[in-house]
T-cell receptor, first 109, second 115 residues
Framework: RKEVEQDPGPFNVPEGATVAFNCTYS??????FFWYRQDCRKEPKLLMS???SGNEDGRFTAQLNRASQYISLLIRDSKLSDSATYLC??????????FGGGTRLMVKP | EAEVAQSPRYKITEKSQAVAFWCDPI?????LYWYRQILGQGPELLVQ????????DSQLPKDRFSAERLKGVDSTLKIQPAELGDSAMYLC?????????????FGSGTRLTVV
């Protein structure tokens, strides 16, 4: 079993739709959690950190459920420019980032 | 905005040849990571440095891969001999303080194709 698992998608949604991605992690000792965005053939870039209390950044909302070892990302009012791969990332011992396989989102006009 | 520099951007090499990638982290970043990303998958850690010391290289295929950061600044990742399965994007990342979650910056990567 992979340490961080995501549905690879692709998720094909129309502009303006709301879409949610989920991620599960296996190491209960994981310390910090993030969502990264990766455009085609580019490097990953931090989208947002994920906190137990939930956090929001504009159209993006992230949630963490430590008991279920589950992380989510909600995107409201999808834009064409949101099309990318979204990587769930967990930081564990030794300050190493462990990436999920990514979920591909395609927003269509 | 400070960047992590990587070169070359693209590399095509023949199977069994040697290949090397270079990374220059953001100035002052003591922690440096090399990741490998196969197309369609997430990045996987190969090696982590703290200054010039290797912190973790448990996932580095040491029969063919080597990494060094001699002066604790820039780093080189080498593959010898290259195999077809090594075709991937090789990403370098650095961090000033990895205890701060958002403090990681990735370079643009080196895309390796082994033919």
């Amino acid at each position: 079993r992979k340490e961080v698992e995501q549905d690879p998608g692709p998720f094909n949604v129309p502009e303006g739709a709301t879409v949610a991605f989920n991620c599960t992690y296996s190491n209960s000792a994981s310390q910090s959690f993030f969502w990264y965005r990766q455009d085609c053939r580019k490097e990953p870039k931090l989208l947002m950190s994920v906190y137990s209390s939930g956090n929001e950044d504009g159209r993006f909302t992230a949630q963490l459920n430590r008991a279920s070892q589950y992380i989510s990302l909600l995107i409201r009012d999808s834009k064409l420019s949101d099309s990318a791969t979204y990587l769930c990332v967990v930081k564990g011992a030794g300050n190493m980032l462990t990436f999920g396989g990514g979920t591909r989102l395609m927003v269509k006009p | 905005e400070a960047e992590v520099a990587q070169s070359p951007r693209y590399k095509i090499t023949e199977k069994s040849q040697a290949v090397a990638f270079w990374c220059d982290p953001i100035s002052g970043h003591a922690t440096l990571y090399w990741y490998r990303q196969i197309l369609g998958q997430g990045p996987e850690l190969l090696v982590q440095f703290q200054d010039e010391s290797v912190v973790d290289d448990s996932q580095l295929p040491k029969d063919r891969f080597s990494a060094e950061r001699l002066k604790g600044v820039d780093s080189t990742l080498k593959i010898q001999p290259a195999e077809l399965g090594d075709s991937a994007m090789y990403l370098c990342a650095s961090s000033l303080d990895p205890t701060v979650g958002y403090g990681y910056t990735f370079g643009s990567g080196t895309r390796l194709t082994v033919v």
